[in-house]
C-alpha cells in the first residue's frame, strides 16, 4: 500500500498563491506517477495536473495552464502544486493520487488517493 497525506490548503484571496504538498509513504515513491485532481461541492473529481515518474514529463489541464505548476522531489518522497493567480472557481478539495506506470490524466487510472486538502478562493 501508499500512503498519500497532502497539505498547505487554506484560505485565500483572489490573486494570491498557495503551494500544495503530497508525502508519500509505504513503497517506492519513485515507482510511480503522481497527479493532482480537484472536487468542487455538486461536481465530479476532475483533473488538475500530473508528473511521471522521473518529473521530465508533465500535464496540466487547460483550466489551469500557465498558473499551476506540478513537481516531484524523489528524495523527499513528495509532490508538490504550485498554484499562483488564484481565482474563486479554483476552489475545491483537492486530492493528490499515485499510479504504477505512466502519466495518465484519468482519475480511474489512480491506484491511491489522499485524503484531500481545502483550497478556498475569496473574490
Known amino acids: 500500500q501508499l500512503q498519500l497525506v497532502e497539505s498547505g490548503g487554506g484560505l485565500v484571496q483572489a490573486g494570491g498563491s498557495l503551494r500544495l504538498s503530497c508525502v508519500a509513504s509505504?513503497?517506492?515513491?519513485?515507482?510511480?506517477?503522481m497527479g493532482w485532481f480537484r472536487q468542487a461541492p455538486g461536481q465530479e473529481r476532475e483533473f488538475v495536473a500530473a508528473?511521471?515518474?522521473?518529473?521530465?514529463?508533465?500535464s496540466n489541464a487547460d483550466s489551469v495552464k500557465g498558473r499551476f505548476a506540478i513537481s516531484r522531489d524523489n528524495a523527499k518522497n513528495t509532490v508538490y502544486l504550485q498554484m499562483n493567480s488564484l481565482k474563486p472557481e479554483d476552489t475545491a478539495v483537492y486530492y493528490c493520487?499515485?499510479?504504477?506506470?505512466?502519466?495518465?490524466?484519468?482519475?480511474?487510472?489512480?491506484?491511491?488517493w489522499g485524503q484531500g486538502t481545502q483550497v478556498t478562493i475569496s473574490s
Open positions: 493520487a499515485a499510479r504504477s506506470g505512466g502519466l495518465r490524466v484519468g482519475a480511474p487510472f489512480y491506484d491511491y
Open positions: 508528473i511521471n515518474w522521473s518529473g521530465g514529463t508533465t
Open positions: 509505504g513503497r517506492t515513491f519513485s515507482s510511480y506517477a
